[in-house]
């Protein structure tokens, strides 16, 4: 036997003797090399040595504080602090702790932080689009409001403030910001010159509306503010009085001369309301420069009747759209001093981009709808716009509808804004009459008819679909009807004599997509048809308010079917319950999935559109916008004939 084989031999004799050993040790420990013992029932034996050993500290916590040993007492305690904590035991605590918990509040409290979320992703609104590129390039950032010659009357700012409390819960006016001024509720005591005075006098406007009471004396101090009013309350005047006075007193102080100009600027999303924005400022600028003006004192002023001599200077105004001759505007432009531009932003973007236009001594800016100006699709517009101010300006935002997104970006981005609020944003016109009725897409066109017999003329038409607006049209004229129709196809020449033949009473009816839906005033008219349900409630609240303005009543008649979306079916219901309105039992069998999440984070409905029949996670707008977005479109409504783009 080699030596090589004894080796090899004691080594396994070695190893035997090994492993007798260990099999000796193993039975001697009470253990089994063949048992199993299960994850799950390992994991429970920890599980309960873990008990055991808190069950013990417990035991020595209570001890150590019944011998009043602190030593002990505060040992142990740092012991049971530094216990580990298994997943088992989190897992069970959270259990327990959600038992206790109400499920509805678990739903709020999750629509709460999917809202936050979803509203920061979703809001479109550029954070410098109301920046000029000099504020933005040497990091100015102004902190007090524009100083104005204006105050209120010495009676006026010695009342108390619950006299102010008092008159806004009367006028149901709500208001954020500081140091808000007191509302005024007669033009007399606002200041406003006798012939301006005159000039209401002669359209028949005796007193401010709620808008006007807390809005002037805002404006007039030189605040930035947000105005949100239903619609046909009188927000044009709000802002178009203290501009002409601002730009008359520019004037008296030192004349501007040809090329020079403007002292503000109002910007409107549709060339219509643009040109009937301009006729009002006209108007009032005519009426400031006549010589010799007088004025009446109203019987509840208790003022005695004054006479002046006052002459004015002449306040020029421009009007600033496409589909106008742009040489005829920059001839204009060169021979006079400007003191207004009233314009749309695509055409007036083009003047400053091309120097005919200069900002410098420009020191208000007006966005009328303003949620419309900051929107998508006009917010590029408006940012090249307020980018050629060098200098602090009043900024003033009007709108029936004004979205939480909106107001919230306004209350960051203003000078101390003043936020003034008639009834809630995105409300309908308590004056208007809302009928919603179920008419079958084939009938509705011969339904038409029927529902032209409710009421004399005038009366609109709105439809979402030019080629809808020409079927309608051709319907009509065919049953020999007094019809006329505008859209965005159409040139303005056309567009422009159709609104002046429907104002002028030669024409009953006008046919429009949502060109004419917002801001547009047509007082006389009673009643307005929806021939299509909008898809966004924001544009059927705007197409209502055409009529019920200024304190009429006024008739709305809006067509529902099947290809109407059910959240936009949900917004119509929500609306209608707040107006008190009658409610179409195809509506009331509508099931509102959101009721147990009314409020949510301080927002009734939707946050980024403002219906009321939704939540922002499930809001088609958003939704829309985000895909626009993503193809590049700058102008998203104008292929269903509406009014962005407009130049």
Known sequence: MSARYKRRREEVEDEEDDLSLFMKEVEEDGMKADTFIPAKQRRLEERMEVEERKEEKKRQIALARVDGDEKALLEASKDEEDMIQTLLDENEDLKEKRKMI???????????????????????????????????????????????????????????????????????????????????????????????????????????????????????????????????????????????MFAMEEEMKMPLQPGEGPIGIILCPARELATQTYEVINFFCDALSKRGASSNSNEEDNFPTTTTTTTFP?????????????????????????????????????????????????????LDEGDRMLDLGFDEEVQAIVGGFTRQRQTLLFSATMPKKFQDFAKSTLVKPCVVNVGRAGAANLDVVQEVEYVKKEAKIVYLLECLQKSPPPVVIFCEKKGDVEDIHEYLVLKGVQ????????????????????????????????????????????????????????NYVHRIGRTGRCGKTGVATTFINKDVEESTLLDLKHLLIEAEQRVPPVLQALEDPDEDLVNVNGTVGCAFCGGLGHRITECPKKDKDARDLAQGRRDFISGSGGYGGDW
């Not at 303005?492 to 009953?508: C, G, P, T, V």
């Open 102 to 244: 109400d499920v509805r509040k678990l739903k709020v409290d999750q629509q709460k932080v999917d809202e936050e979320s979803l509203l920061r992703e979703a809001n479109q609104v550029q954070t410098n689009a109301l920046r000029s590129k000099t504020e933005l390039a040497q990091g100015t950032i102004y902190t007090e409001s524009l100083t104005t010659s204006w105050t209120p009357p010495w009676y006026i700012t010695e009342l108390s403030p619950e006299r102010d409390i008092s008159l806004r819960k009367k006028w149901h006016i709500l208001v954020e910001g500081e140091d808000i001024p007191p509302p005024i509720k007669s033009f007399r005591e606002m200041k406003l010159p006798p012939q301006l005075l005159d000039g209401l006098k002669e359209k028949g406007i005796t007193r401010p509306t709620p808008i006007q009471v807390q809005g002037l004396p805002v404006i007039l101090s030189g605040r930035d503010m947000v105005g949100i009013a239903f619609t046909g309350s009188g927000k044009t005047l709000t802002f178009a009085l203290p501009i002409i």
């Open 483 to 538: 019809v006329v129709s505008i859209h965005g196809s159409k040139s303005q020449d056309e567009r422009n004599e159709a609104i002046r033949l429907f104002k002028s009473a030669q024409k009953d009816v006008l046919i429009a997509t949502d060109i004419a839906a917002k801001g547009l005033d047509f007082p006389d008219i009673q009643h307005v048809i929806n021939f299509d349900m909008p898809a966004e409630i924001e």
């Open 314 to 366: 002449r306040i020029n105004t421009l009007l600033c759209i496409g589909g106008n001759s742009r040489a005829e505007q920059v001839d204009y432009i060169r021979g006079n001093p400007i003191h207004i531009i009233v314009a749309t932003p695509g055409r007036l973007k083009d003047f400053i981009q091309s120097k005919k236009v200069r900002l410098n001594l420009c020191k208000y800016l007006v």
